[in-house]
Nanobody
């Protein structure tokens, strides 16, 4: 099993920045892919960014490309999401996800492990 714990959410003004962290524990050696998703009130959970642990390959949704950066520290079993130029529409609960494969990486159903989520609120 793998456990994921997110941190770093909060309230920020539009144009500001936040950095989210996701710490993995348990059978972390089995993880190939770690990603971030978000869910706003009344909306479905959506893909934000993903990183492949082996070589750092990344992929972003169009809505965050150029503003958000995903990175990893394999020694700490931690993935980060640096969020800059935040907009009110970025307001959501952000979830960390992990899986043993790099496959269908933008789909929520492709991920086996999930964190509890952290709230990000961007005020206008």
């Amino acid at each position: 099993q793998v456990q994921l714990v997110e941190s770093g959410g909060g309230l920020v003004q539009a144009g500001g920045s936040l950095r989210l962290s996701c710490a993995a524990s348990g059978r972390t050696f089995s993880i190939a892919t770690m990603g971030w998703f978000r869910q706003a009130p009344g909306k479905e959970r959506e893909f934000v960014a993903v990183i492949r642990r082996s070589d750092g390959t990344t992929y972003y949704s169009d809505s965050v490309k150029g503003r958000f950066t995903i990175s990893r520290d394999n020694a700490k079993n931690t993935v980060y999401l640096q969020m800059n130029s935040l907009k009110p529409e970025d307001t959501a609960v952000y979830y960390c996800a992990a899986d043993r494969e790099w496959f269908l990486i933008t789909y929520t159903n492709a991920y086996e492990y999930w964190g509890q989520g952290t709230q990000v609120t961007v005020s206008s």
